[in-house]
């Protein structure tokens, strides 16, 4: 207690301090894993209204954080302890930066004073984020922390989204300031915010103008979007574009659902082609990185032009499109239809480059149909996938929000499992990252509660993460898992004899699990409900029942262990 003019004043440590700073930003989610110095932070930020999940291991909690921050558009909290937490939420802090997510890391570190004479957990956190992180601070007093909190808030979410990570020293959290000095700091840092990070930048009228006169002369015009665009909302504004102009679209993996993947434009059954031979492609929010096969021949025409909309300007200038508008995807978007709008052209479904697209997806869709219609017993892709996405579908809206994570059963669901709705896929991303899916399917039920969530995963991507059902049951999560158990990282053993040699030659294969594995009993012995399934009707009956449940549940699909191949990169063979 402090004395001044005769009044009392209480007084609170930094823990509090950063708690309010938290709460005062808005923030109303945090994910982490508690212990030494960090546990009364978490505490104290429960107190004042910000829900606080907490995980098993900081890997999966970084991962639930950075899809929050996709999710919700808001910087996604991840909190740790010092030194190998912080190293383990560099997984989650690399997650959110590599796909432009808008995330925070905070971790607890040692006394400062006892920096570099071995102290209990010591690190020089600062350097070991610094790869991964876009602005990292260390509050060096507590009258610092307002003004970092902040901070590292707002460069989260400005220009490209990302990871940044604020470090807070153990005596720090221990020092105290009066309650009044703490709201006069808290006032200060909060009217000093730098609102040129917040502010997002406009795209220039000539820039605009350019890319819709290269999109009039255009004979096979292709509009492509990504997860930038579905960051951005800017869903209705691609609407209105497509549908007033009539061009085809391409959705990349987690840009399905902004518009339904049942749209009558809609290219993705004909990606081959649509890329293959489109002379303009308006890429909004999505990067000519691997996944768009960097923009380059074979794949694409020698001759393509690309109109690219990204909030980066060095993703801009890195690819050297023909015209690029740096800036806001919806904002881009809207401005190029306002254009377009005094002087409307729409192509028509008997346009050629039109036909050309509804007819290849008609014959792919034909003969992924033929394929899907059957069922194939043990299980392969096709049967279970198929009955996955008529039961998702019989939802109905709001649409469940799908994670997909594995190597076939990723690869498979893409082309099978129909998103109708924005920002109702997450997947492994532009890193391919395995271990995503329980972060994730926490992440999405708790930025989306009235959303069912439904996890359709390879065994070993569920491996990663799967102690965290123990979290879906604490928190009674709606979220249903459903694991294709193949036995093993692409199935059973595939080894020829030549490599089955050696003085350890009768281990089990580098990648093959225990066979038959009873992952449904794992989440029964935490008390949610497991189902082991192996025919279509069993499959039926568990979907059926989950679903109506909204309760954790775990689906452990047996498939042959000889059904699925080696799987890396995107593979699309229509």
Sequence with gaps: MAESDGKTSTSIDGNTLVAMCLA????????????????????????????????????????AASAYGYLTGRPG?????????????????????????????ISGSCDQKDFGRGDFQELDQIAAVEPFSKYSVKATDITKIPTVVFEV??????????????????????????????????????????KELIAKPLVKNSEIEKAVALLRKAERPLIVFGKGAAYARAENALKKLVESTGIPFLPTPMGKGLLSDTHELAATAARSLAIGKCDVALVVGARLNWLLHFGEP??????????????????IELRKPSVGLVGDAKDAVER?????????????????????????VKENVSKMEVQLAKDVVPFNYMTPLRIIRDAILGLGSPAPILVSEGANTMDVGRAVLVQTEPRTRLDAGTWGTMGVGLGYCIAAAVASPDRLVVAVEGDSGFGFSAMEVETLVRYQLPVVVIVFNN???????????????????????????????????????????????????????????????????VLNVILDPYAGSESGRLQHKN
């Design 24 to 63: 005062r930003a808005g923030v109303d989610k945090m994910f982490g894993v508690v212990g030494i110095p960090v546990t009364s932070l978490a505490n104290r930020a429960v107190a004042l209204g910000i829900r606080f999940v907490a995980f098993h291991n900081e890997q999966s909690a970084g991962y």
């Design 77 to 105: 909290i991840l909190l740790t302890v010092s030194g190998p937490g912080c190293v383990h939420g560099l997984a989650g802090l690399s997650n959110a930066g590599v796909n432009a997510w808008p995330m925070v890391l």
């Design 153 to 194: 808030l707002d460069r989260a979410g400005s220009g490209r989204p990302g990871g940044c990570y604020l470090d807070l020293p153990t005596d720090v959290l221990h020092q105290s300031v009066a309650d009044s000095e703490a709201q006069k700091l808290i006032d200060e840092a909060e009217n000093s915010r730098k």
């Design 298 to 315: 074979p794949k694409w025409s020698k001759d393509v032009k690309f109109i690219l909309v990204d909030i980066d300007k060095d993703e």
């Design 336 to 360: 190029i239809y306002e254009e377009i709008k005094d002087e409307p052209f729409c192509l028509g479904k008997s346009h050629p480059w039109v036909e050309a697209i509804a007819k290849k």
């Design 487 to 553: 036995g093993g990282v692409y199935g059973g053993d595939r080894r020829s004899p030549e490599e089955i040699t050696g003085p350890h030659k009768d281990d089990p294969a580098p990648a093959s699990f225990v066979p038959g594995a009873g992952y449904h009993v794992l989440t029964e012995a935490f008390g949610g409900k497991g189902y082991l399934v192996q025919t279509p009707d069993e499959l039926r009956s568990a979907l059926a029942e989950s679903f109506s449940a909204r309760k954790p549940a």
